[in-house]
């Protein structure tokens, strides 16, 4: 079976500050895992993937999630908020071999000025 | 461009009635979906369709019937619309069934139906 928990439904920080969005999975097989991120009343956007190769994803407006096997974690982490970071996030696992694509219940993260 | 767009973006109706909504991408993708997020962002799959083939229909009732007239076209359409119906509908594209590749297969999603039933 496979499953994706996301820790925290609301994370807050300041501008300029970490942030740090978690993600657990489970799963039989190596997954495949993504985050997403949702702006009010957009669809869904790919931010970066884990497809098996390096550990350490970067993504898109300085994102970056780390694949902990071990930990089963895929949390998904940036330096410094921006404003417009503020969005819905969804951490994604897919198992190739005709299994479904699972998301996350989301993460609402706030960005405090 | 929009790579993903349905339409309208917004639909109020009432109880009882049939309602359509349109998909169309441009990215050349074989794979289309339709997804329905409730009020508490939750995420759910209900229709996959790669090159015009159904192959993911997942415990949607037969009130709502996909049609894919070409792999660029997914459309969905609702009969007897109910009022837990409503919700935020999203048609998505991917290069090929994410289940069978994964690695070029991100989803692109289109910017959402948001369907009122009264």
């Known amino acids: 079976a496979q499953s994706v928990t996301q820790l925290d439904s609301h994370v807050s920080v300041s501008e300029g500050t970490p942030v740090l969005l978690r993600c657990n999975y489970s799963s039989s097989y190596s997954p495949s895992l993504f985050w997403y991120?949702?702006?009010?009343?957009k669809g869904l956007q790919l931010l970066l993937k884990y497809t098996s190769a390096a550990t350490l994803v970067k993504g898109i407006n300085g994102?970056?999630?780390e694949f902990k096997k071990s930990e089963t974690s895929?949390?998904?982490?940036?330096p410094s908020a921006h404003m417009s970071d503020a969005a819905e996030y969804f951490c994604v696992v897919i198992n190739t071999g005709g299994f479904k694509t699972i998301f996350g219940a989301g993460t609402r993260l706030f960005v405090k000025a | 461009d929009t790579a993903v767009s349905q339409t309208p973006k917004y639909l109020v109706t009432q109880m009882g009635n049939d309602k359509s909504i349109k998909c169309e991408q441009n990215l050349g993708h074989d794979t289309m979906y339709w997804y329905k997020q409730d009020s508490k962002k939750f995420l759910k799959i209900m229709f996959s369709y790669n090159n015009k083939e159904l192959i993911i229909n997942e415990t949607?009732?037969?009130r709502f019937?996909?049609?894919s007239p070409d792999k660029a076209h997914l459309n969905l359409h609702i009969n007897s619309l109910e009022l837990g119906d409503s919700a935020v509908y999203f048609c998505a594209?991917?290069?090929?069934?994410?289940?069978v590749s994964s690695y070029n297969s991100p989803l692109h999603f289109g910017n959402g139906t948001r369907l009122t039933v009264t």
């Open chain 2, 93 to 99: 594209s991917s290069q090929v069934p994410q289940e």
């Open chain 2, 65 to 67: 019937s996909p049609k």
């Open chain 2, 60 to 62: 949607v009732p037969n």
């Open chain 1, 37 to 41: 991120v949702q702006h009010p009343n």
């Open chain 1, 63 to 65: 994102f970056e999630a």
């Open chain 1, 74 to 78: 895929f949390h998904l982490t940036k």
